[in-house]
């Protein structure tokens, strides 16, 4: 099976504009969970989805939203970005709490 | 709300030899799984090894086990034959057996490889 996808890998913008980043999960998969990784915060769980329906939320501001499509697919949406959202976001997929997450390379945002 | 945590954020090993990452865990739940990713610099994170709580045996995956101790809420790493790939940050993570699929990760340990 093909693993988890993530497009673009990398991604510059300026403060202000808005972002939207892509994930196909592992064929199968229901779940999609969305993670920020920092050097200073380490990994941050954003939300995750299960069968177009989100079903937890991290503590990060509304400016970052999510959804899913009837095929698992899934993006996610920073609006208003800020110097700090530079990060690199990850996407996993799961077929179930016991065996995991999967997760895809990332996509690296910086925001100038 | 579970918590994980790794109390060395660096460690190195020699090429051959064993080394253990430490992780220890605080939850009131009973059901759960736990894990251990390897972020290798630059490259995806793999998932290494996984324990589920109801099970006093420990895993095992090639030259990797864990000593998992349920009463002590401890969750350790064992790498043995150490070998240059396996030079990376290492994540333990929770995951609840109910509900969301979230995992809680500790801050990673990074581990470096002398040869």
């Known amino acids: 099976k093909a693993g988890v996808t993530q497009t673009p890998r990398y991604l510059i913008k300026t403060r202000g504009q808005q972002v939207t980043l892509s994930c196909s999960p592992i064929?199968?998969?229901?779940?999609v969970s969305w993670y920020q990784q920092t050097p200073g915060q380490g990994l941050q769980f954003l939300f995750e989805y299960f069968s177009e329906t989100q079903r937890n939320k991290g503590n990060f501001p509304g400016r970052f939203s999510g959804r899913q499509f009837s095929n698992s697919r899934s993006e996610m949406n920073v609006s208003t970005l800020e110097l700090g959202d530079s990060a690199l976001y990850l996407c996993?997929?799961?077929?179930?709490?016991?065996?995991?997450?999967?997760f895809g390379p990332g996509t690296r945002l910086l925001v100038l | 709300a579970q918590t994980v945590t790794q109390s060395q954020p660096e460690m190195s090993v020699q090429e051959a030899e064993t080394v253990t990452l430490s992780c220890t865990y605080d939850t009131s739940e009973s059901d759960y799984y736990l894990f251990w990713y390897k972020q290798p610099p630059s490259r995806q994170m793999i998932l290494v090894i996984r324990q589920e709580a109801y099970k006093q045996q420990n895993a095992t995956e090639n030259r990797f086990s864990v000593n998992f101790q349920k009463a002590a809420k401890s969750f350790s790493l064992k790498i043995s034959d150490s070998q240059l790939g396996d030079a990376a940050m290492y994540f333990c993570a929770y995951v609840s057996g109910a509900g969301s699929y979230q995992l809680t990760f500790g801050k990673g340990t990074k581990l470096s490889v002398i040869p």
């Open positions: 996993a997929s799961s077929p179930g709490a016991p065996l995991g997450q999967y």
């Open positions: 064929s199968g998969h229901r779940s």
